[in-house]
């Protein structure tokens, strides 16, 4: 899938805005692949995959597009 980052929190998790989709999907530092959370920003595009959590669905193997 792809994404945007529409926010970034200092606790080392996000969320990533998905055109066509009114709800956010959750992302934590540790699903990041081949980027650091330090590296990206909000408004970076980015491919990921979707895991189901106890909270829901989250983005995993998050990459920058």
């Not at 970034?8 to 999907?25: R, V, W």
């Not at 595009?45 to 998050?62: I, Y």
Request: negative net charge; proline residues 2%.
């Amino acid at each position: 899938m792809n994404g945007v980052i529409k926010k970034k929190t200092d606790k080392g998790f996000g969320f990533i805005s998905i055109a066509g989709q009114d709800k956010d999907l959750f992302f934590h530092s540790k699903s990041l692949v081949g980027v650091t959370f330090d590296e990206l920003n909000e408004g970076d595009e980015v491919t990921f995959d979707t895991e189901e959590s106890p909270k829901g669905m989250n983005a995993v193997n998050v990459k920058r597009a």
